[in-house]
């Protein structure tokens, strides 16, 4: 699943960074918020504006308490070449945050008695990796074990061609597992969620698409949901935008969505993620110990839930980050509020914004984004190959960091490239990951180290030549 130390997408896997709501310098101020009244949407969209102004969140953002709107606004384009705005009824694509939905589907089949939580993969679908081992419960809990598509060699030629649940599956057919079945959920499992919406195909006889149009959307009214299959979209939709330099952003690389079917195809609008919310919630949609399955577990089935610290109190969250597209949604049960956040940059902003939108609505100090353009004379060039030790995000990774027209960039190897958005001299802010990062120099004024969050990198020597 996609957790509040949200995955960090690389071309072939997903890596854990922890930290991602760090405080980046003078960038980000502290704030107390009144504790003793609901913040003004003109306050509230005052958080969300510098964020908006940089390029650093573009999408649609709702906030509920129970039946009320505290909050509903779009910011930027849905396409930037077109200059056509972001609207509430915007469609994104919502990457993991699709897994919820798949969750769902399945729950409900279970309801009917098509399917049983204890059920066996390979009673299903035959020649899968420990397949006679691995049963629903698993597959939803995303601790099955079974080996990643997404880790493959050929994944990229994956996302440039028309896919199905069962050429996915396919792919893994003949690999050894991951790990054996069970325990304590490692990692997103790519995967299991392919296997599910085939499993679902099989249990429906129906395709995934229309399955999941019949079991959740309709089921909900979600008018403005479905999974893409590859098929035109109706509505307005959003084109996904990477970052690009300082402040820019670019088109993302069209992608064939249904290489994602199950753990990150779907398309929604806030309205509709609501929908969703409230329908699992409180509705009838599914039976009262299906919905317990999915409240009370720790992992799996879409979401996390946590222990709010700051908060004191449980909090559910839910984020995903997928080519041209972030999302992320948190719901605080004890008042009922959710908020929704879904938007057309790839980043990983959004785990920092939405928390801190949460906070700013209930009074608790939060974290304010302010920015200023930096004189590229005081930014410099900074630049060096700097190595990190076994505990880094990526253990032992190499990062490159360049200086050129476009401004200053992190190259994390087998990717992103990020931008640095410049604080001061030799400090920054990683506009991907979101967390600072600041060059060390030597006493000869040259850069000797590189720290990010909490880690150092050391600069790489140059070997000398005789």
């Not at 919820?100 to 309801?111: P, Y």
Request: with cysteine; proline share 7%.
């Amino acid at each position: 699943m996609t957790s509040w130390t949200l995955k960090a997408r690389t071309r072939r896997r997903h890596v854990k960074l922890k930290g991602l709501a760090s405080a980046a310098f003078a960038l980000v101020f502290l704030h107390t918020a009144c504790a003793n009244a609901l913040p003004s949407a003109a306050k509230i969209d005052a958080y969300f504006r510098p964020y908006a102004a940089t390029n650093n969140f573009s999408g649609s953002v709702l906030i509920k308490r129970g039946q009320t709107v505290l909050f509903a606004k779009s910011y930027g384009f849905a396409d930037r070449g077109k200059r056509i705005p972001n609207r509430l009824d915007t469609r994104f694509h919502i990457a993991s945050m699709s897994i919820l939905f798949t969750s769902t589907a399945v729950l409900r089949l279970i309801d009917q008695g098509k399917l049983s939580f204890d059920a066996h993969v390979s009673d299903i679908v035959p020649g899968v990796p420990n397949g006679e081992k691995i049963t629903i419960r698993e597959l939803l809990e995303q601790n099955s074990g079974l080996p990643d598509a997404n880790d493959l060699p050929n994944y990229d030629d994956l996302l440039n061609a028309h896919q199905t649940p069962e050429s996915l599956v396919a792919q893994i057919r003949g690999l050894p597992p991951f790990s054996e079945p069970g325990g304590k959920s490692l990692r997103e499992e790519h995967s299991g969620q392919n296997l599910l919406a085939l499993i679902i195909e099989r249990k429906t006889g129906l395709t995934f698409a229309q399955a999941m149009k019949a079991e959740v959307f309709d089921a909900l009214g979600m008018r403005d949901s479905g999974v893409d299959d590859d098929s035109p979209i109706g509505g307005p939709v959003a084109q996904g935008h990477q970052l690009s330099g300082t402040f820019g952003l670019k088109p993302a690389p069209a992608i064939h969505w249904s290489a994602k079917s199950g753990n990150g195809s779907a398309y929604t609008t806030v309205s509709d993620e609501w929908k969703w919310l409230q329908g699992f919630l409180r509705g009838n949609l599914l039976s009262e110990s299906s919905r317990k399955a999915m409240l009370e577990g720790s992992q799996g089935y879409g979401w996390e839930t946590a222990l709010s610290e700051r908060l004191g109190e449980k909090v559910y969250l839910v984020g995903g980050r997928s080519p041209g597209f972030s999302c992320f949604m948190e719901y605080l049960p004890n008042e009922d509020t959710a908020i929704i956040a879904l938007t057309n940059i790839e980043n990983a902003a959004n785990p920092l914004i939405v928390p801190n939108a949460a906070f700013l609505l209930l009074g608790k100090p939060y974290q304010a984004f302010s920015c200023h353009k930096v004189p590229p004379a005081l930014v410099g060039h900074p630049a060096g190959d700097f190595v990190f030790g076994p505990d880094f995000f990526r253990p032992s990774a190499t990062l490159n960091l360049v200086s050129d027209a476009d401004g200053v960039t992190l190259n994390w190897p087998g990717g992103p490239v990020a931008p640095l958005l410049p604080i001061e001299k030799d400090k920054f802010i990683d506009r991907y990951y979101w967390i600072n990062a600041t060059v060390v120099r030597g006493q000869d004024g040259n850069p000797v180290a590189l720290d990010y969050g909490k880690f150092r990198g050391v600069l790489r020597a140059v070997p000398t030549r005789n």
